[in-house]
Every structure is written in C-alpha cells, then in structure tokens.
T-cell receptor, first 113, second 114 residues
Framework: AQKITQTQPGMFVQEKEAVTLDCTYDTSDQSYGLFWYKQPSSGEMIFLIYQGSYDEQNATEGRYSLNFQKARKSANLVISASQLGDSAMYFCAMREGGGKLIFGQGTELSVKP | DGGITQSPKYLFRKEGQNVTLSCEQNLNHDAMYWYRQDPGQGLRLIYYSQIVNDFQKGDIAEGYSVSREKKESFPLTVTSAQKNPTAFYLC?????????????FGDGTRLSIL
C-alpha cells in the first residue's frame, strides 16, 4: 500500500534561515507525483510545489525547493530565507490512481523572529 | 476569480441528524474530492468524483454520502450513521487528464456535535 511518512511533528527555525521538512514515501508504482501543501491556522490548503517521479531535476518555486532522492524514496521540502508568514502546517502528499492524494501527518513549522 | 466555495464555514449537528456540506467550483474542473481532517492529523479521503453522475468511495466513506448532478457541485451529506463527525472537512477539485496538476482546495467547513 502507498504511504507517506513525515517524522517531524514540529520544527522551529530562525527567521531568514533555511529549513528542511522531511517526507518519505512508499509505493510500487513507477509513475507517481509528490506534492507539498501549506496549511495556515485559518485552514485552507495552499499548493506549494510538485515533483514527478520522472523529473530529472529537483523542482523549485521561489523560496521553495524539493530535494528529491528517488532511490531513498524521499522528497524533502526546503524553505530558504524563512519568513514569519511561513509558520504553518506543511503536508507532503502522493498522487494515487484517479488523481487521489494520500497525505502525511504533517509538520508544524514555527518561525522565530 | 475562479475558485472553490465551501459553505457553511461552521456547522453544528444534533444527534440523529443528517447535515449537508456544500462545495461549488467555477474552475471547470472535472474531478472533485472530499477530505476529512482531524486535529493534528493529515487529510483522509471520503469520496471523489471524476465525472458528473459518477463517484467512488475513498478510505473513510462509511457514514457519508455524496451526489454529483452538476459539474460545478459536489455536496457531502454527513449522515446519522457517522458516529464521530466532529472534524474539519475540505473539498478539492482538479482538472482531469493531467495528473501533474495539483488539487485546489476550498476554505473548509468545521463540523461539531451539539
């Protein structure tokens, strides 16, 4: 069965520093996609970044980058130059058949001034 | 602006009562999804629909029902059979055919038991 694991329930980072949020996955599919979402305290889910299993380059979107290590089945999110507004829950998700997503348990990031 | 609208934002249910959560999208997306989120947890799939008049059960469909009579609308009914309905419910949609496209989410409905 497909599974997403986020082992860091909570993380702290100093403002302006970089932080890495861990995500490992388990799948027997050759073709899959990995997504990261941000959930502020208000509850909405904000899409951040996507990585396809056949993408040769790590995905980047502004201050977000994805450290994709296929052999290790990891897809860690790197946030550079953290801002106070980055404080939120972060979820890693994997695409299943039918476009469904399975989500990890999330990591709560707190950015300190 | 295109987006997904969920209503109401907060909903209270009495014992033995069915309640319906609304989800409307004007993104012209074919696929729509309902997720449940419990405090401190990730999202779990309740139901999804890839096309009008068709839908499939997700991982936790028991005690819930859906309909998809229009492309824009995918309401979720929480029935009295759902014994622990208190949770945050999120609706999402995605264009069909390109699995690289992310799901877009509404702002959610918080359901509580009275």
């Amino acid at each position: 069965a497909q599974k997403i694991t986020q082992t860091q329930p909570g993380m702290f980072v100093q403002e302006k520093e970089a932080v890495t949020l861990d995500c490992t996955y388990d799948t027997s599919d050759q073709s899959y996609g990995l997504f990261w979402y941000k959930q502020p305290s208000s509850g909405e889910m904000i899409f951040l970044i996507y990585q396809g299993s056949y993408d040769e380059q790590n995905a980047t979107e502004g201050r977000y980058s994805l450290n994709f290590q296929k052999a290790r089945k990891s897809a860690n999110l790197v946030i550079s130059a953290s801002q106070l507004g980055d404080s939120a829950m972060y979820f890693c998700a994997m695409r299943e058949g039918g476009g469904k997503l399975i989500f990890g348990q999330g990591t709560e990031l707190s950015v300190k001034p | 602006d295109g987006g997904i609208t969920q209503s109401p934002k907060y909903l209270f249910r009495k014992e033995g009562q069915n309640v319906t959560l609304s989800c409307e999208q004007n993104l012209n997306h074919d696929a729509m999804y309902w997720y449940r989120q419990d405090p401190g947890q990730g999202l779990r799939l309740i139901y999804y629909s890839q096309i009008v008049n068709d839908f499939q059960k997700g991982d936790i469909a028991e005690g819930y029902s859906v309909s998809r009579e229009k492309k824009e609308s995918f309401p979720l009914t929480v029935t009295s059979a759902q014994k622990n309905p208190t949770a945050f419910y999120l609706c999402a949609s995605r264009p069909w055919g390109d699995s690289n496209q992310p799901q877009h989410f509404g702002d959610g409905t918080r359901l509580s038991i009275l």
